[in-house]
């Protein structure tokens, strides 16, 4: 099973940018479907970024709005985030999540689609 720290997380000003990495251990990473989800305190957890073992991205349009870019490195075993012009709305605790192999259809945007994740990097952004 594939383990997942990461980092990058921070406060950070209205506008301003981030880039979260997700690092992997063990074997295989470019096996995995690689996503990234959000939980702001008091909400469920939320779908950000998903990313296939083909580069195939999606994201969640509504709330990234095209301010996200999701990538990989498959040398590195890392996982990305860049946000930019982020606002008050996008704090959260943002998490990485793994699946090995292909992630069906109808739970690809779910949390219940991936069987590994990472402990969290805050991220706080002031108005």
């Known amino acids: 099973q594939v383990q997942l720290v990461e980092s990058g997380g921070g406060l950070v000003q209205t506008g301003g940018s981030l880039r979260l990495s997700c690092t992997a251990t063990?074997?295989?990473?470019?096996?995995?479907?690689m996503a990234w989800f959000r939980e702001a305190p008091g909400k469920e957890r939320e779908f950000v970024a998903v990313i296939t073992r083909t580069a195939t991205v999606t994201y969640n349009s509504e709330s990234v709005k095209g301010r996200f870019t999701v990538s990989r490195d498959d040398a590195k075993n890392t996982l990305y985030l860049q946000m930019n012009s982020l606002e008050p709305e996008d704090t959260a605790l943002y998490y990485c999540?793994?699946?090995?192999?292909?992630?069906?259809?109808?739970?690809?945007?779910?949390?219940?689609?991936?069987?590994?994740w990472g402990q969290g990097t805050q991220v706080t952004v002031s108005a």
């Open positions: 063990g074997r295989s990473f470019s096996r995995y479907t």
């Open positions: 999540a793994a699946r090995l192999g292909t992630v069906s259809a109808i739970t690809i945007h779910s949390r219940y689609g991936y069987d590994a």
